[in-house]
């Protein structure tokens, strides 16, 4: 459930949000009337740009610079929402990379392997717990909604070039299960967003036509398209949905 009264005292971290999904959510959540921490990596130039434009729209939103694989450093980013924004009532974990580990799995490194683990999987429990802290009945919160980001080759087409990344992927919606059904009596919602390809720096563009040819719609999705979706797992509409995954796959 979000707890907290409609469009008052509601408060959003979402990993990644300097381009792509995480900035389109990010903007249409401050539509919304959500206060937006815009967590990012290294790209401060685009976080700030999100900031400036959610800004410009009447909006309140802070970027926060944060490794989610790193737990000092999750807790400082959490810290500071509350210092700046109030207490987080919704978290996306959206951040992710698909660069890290690529090829068979006779061919990847232990190194890259545990980098994109951290990136993916790891940044998950991290993020999570510092929410949870905050949001869970059991701490004294008012209880919140969270919401992971998957991926269709979680499933499928991953052989060969995104077997590690597939792997992260399915981690995070057995993840996504179990967290939904170990917070449930605490006021807390946990869902997962399977989005198939999406037009942001992660789809090469000169794959973009390609890719798109051969799904169902012709098409592959904008990043308002998987935003929607997970504002929709956010918010009261869903009440009772959790421990479940939405696809935003055009019928793929
Ligand atoms: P994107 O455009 O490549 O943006 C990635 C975002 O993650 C950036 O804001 C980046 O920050 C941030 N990031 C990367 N590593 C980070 C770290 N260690 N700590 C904090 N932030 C970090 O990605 P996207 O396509 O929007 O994907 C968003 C999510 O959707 C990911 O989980 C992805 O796996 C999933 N997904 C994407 C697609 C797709 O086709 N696009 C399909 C299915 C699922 P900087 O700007 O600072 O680098």
């Known amino acids: ?20 999904i995480g900035a389109r959510t990010a903007s249409i959540a401050a ?34 610079q944060a490794d989610v694989g790193d ?17 987080v009532t919704a978290l996306v974990n959206n ?17 890259d392997l545990r980098r994109l683990f951290n990136t993916n999987v790891v940044s998950l429990f991290l993020c ?15 209880g919140g909604t969270i919401v992971n980001l998957s991926s269709t080759l979680a499933h499928t087409a991953a052989a060969g070039r995104f077997i590690a990344y597939g792997a992260t992927k399915g981690a995070i ?26 037009d942001t720096d992660m789809i090469p ?6 890719i798109g040819a051969q799904l169902p719609m012709g098409r592959i999705s904008t990043p308002d398209e998987v935003a929607n979706a997970i504002l929709w797992l956010l918010s009261d509409e869903a009440s009772y949905v959790s421990g479940t995954i939405l696809g935003v796959t055009g019928a793929r």
């Open 95 to 111: 951040a992710g990379v698909n660069d890290i580990a690529q090829g068979r799995v006779d061919e990847v490194t232990a190194d």
């Open 31 to 64: 539509q919304r009337g959500y206060r937006v921490c815009i967590n990012y990596q290294s790209n401060r130039t685009k976080a700030d740009e999100v900031v400036r434009s959610i800004e410009a729209a009447g909006g309140h939103a802070v970027a926060v």
């Open 173 to 198: 919606e057995a993840f996504s299960y179990s967290l939904a059904q170990e917070v449930a009596a605490e006021g807390i919602r946990v869902n997962c967003c399977r989005p198939g390809p999406s």
């Open 128 to 142: 999570s717990r510092e929410a949870i802290r905050r949001m869970s009945t059991k701490h004294g919160g008012r």
């Open 1 to 20: 459930m979000e707890a907290a009264t409609p469009g008052v005292d509601r408060v959003i971290v979402i990993t990644g949000a300097s381009r792509g």
């Open 71 to 87: 737990a000092a450093a999750v807790a400082r980013m959490f810290e500071t929402v509350d210092r700046e924004l109030g207490t």
């Open 205 to 210: 563009p000169g794959r973009i036509a390609q």
